[in-house]
């Protein structure tokens, strides 16, 4: 498994969907289907490993079943052994505040674990958009500058990254 593991998350997703996705990500051999084996395997991977990160991104769009599993990925896996970003609209705080509130299965303990709740991404920073964009080998000063310009957000860099590299077609962007 890499050090991190990024999972964009989505409404259709049921809890199945979300582990074998999740394992998938990691690299985890998915042996079985069923969810308590899928759980078992990923934490296994990630307590085998030193220094994991998962980082699940538009996770306010999971159906709420979802949530205890996150719960129970996390506390399996031991808080020691991995780190957890969870990110989102501000619906993802509102969903996590009315779980916790009406006392949902994992949502309280969920939210205890959270540091920052209430933490509003601020916009990237002209050191990450130019540091991201050679991640994906955009180097000419122009292209770099444009990103800089329009993005103000990590979802417009990312999209506007990704269609860049679409239509430069495996070719580098120099």
Do not use: W
């Not at 809890?15 to 999740?22: D, G």
């Not at 719960?71 to 779980?99: H, W």
């Not at 540091?131 to 080998?137: N, S, V």
Request: charged share 20%; net charge positive; aromatic share 6%.
């Amino acid at each position: 498994m890499p050090a991190a593991t990024y999972l964009l998350c989505d409404y259709l997703m049921t809890k199945k969907a979300f582990v074998s996705e999740l394992a998938q990500a990691m690299g985890v051999r998915i042996v079985s289907n069923n969810i308590r084996d899928l759980v078992q395997a990923i934490c296994d991977n990630v307590r085998s490993k030193k220094g994991a990160v998962l980082l699940l991104d538009d996770v306010g769009k999971l159906p709420q079943a979802v949530y205890p599993i996150i719960q129970l990925i996390y506390d399996s896996c031991g808080e020691q052994n991995v780190g957890l970003v969870l990110a989102g609209m501000p619906l993802l705080a509102e969903t996590l505040k009315k779980g916790t509130r009406k006392q949902r299965l994992g949502f309280p303990e969920l939210s205890r674990r959270i540091v920052n709740k209430e933490y509003l991404m601020q916009p990237p920073t002209k050191a990450e958009i130019t540091q991201i964009a050679a991640m994906y080998g955009i180097s000419d000063t122009g292209a770099v500058a444009f990103l800089i310009e329009h993005c103000k957000e990590y979802q417009a860099l990312r999209d506007l990254i990704l269609g860049a590299l679409s239509i430069a077609n495996g070719k580098t962007i120099t």
